[in-house]
């Protein structure tokens, strides 16, 4: 089992930068793929961002490339999202996930193991 707490959410300003982060719990092995999901009010839960825990591999979607970065501590067993260049658009709760491939995989459901998600909200 897998528990997964997210932490580092907040208010911020446009144009800010917030680092949040995901301690990992349980067994997490090296072929686990580590994901960012972020849901709006009224909308569906969009992919972000996802990593490889053994590898630097890693792939974003194109409402963030260029301003957020995933990585991870295996020393530490946490995995970050750090946000820069944030926009009022990124205002969302933020969920991290875990799920037992090396695939870099993009869609919710595939996903088995969830945290509860921290909230950022981003003021214009």
């Known amino acids: 089992q897998v528990q997964l707490v997210e932490s580092g959410g907040g208010l911020v300003q446009f144009g800010d930068s917030l680092r949040l982060s995901c301690a990992a719990s349980?067994?997490?092995?090296?072929?686990?793929?580590m994901g960012w999901f972020r849901q709006a009010p009224g909308k569906e839960r969009e992919f972000v961002a996802v990593?490889?825990?053994?590898?630097?591999?890693?792939y974003y979607a194109d409402s963030v490339k260029g301003r957020f970065t995933i990585s991870r501590d295996n020393a530490k067993n946490t995995v970050y999202l750090q946000m820069n260049n944030l926009k009022p658009e990124d205002t969302a709760v933020y969920y991290c996930?875990?799920?037992?491939?090396?695939?870099?995989?993009?869609?919710?459901?595939?996903?088995?193991?969830w945290g509860q998600g921290t909230q950022v909200t981003v003021s214009s």
């Open positions: 996930a875990a799920a037992l491939t090396v695939a870099l995989i993009t869609r919710p459901h595939e996903y088995p193991y």
């Open positions: 349980g067994y997490i092995f090296n072929n686990y793929a």
């Open positions: 990593i490889r825990w053994s590898a630097g591999s890693a």
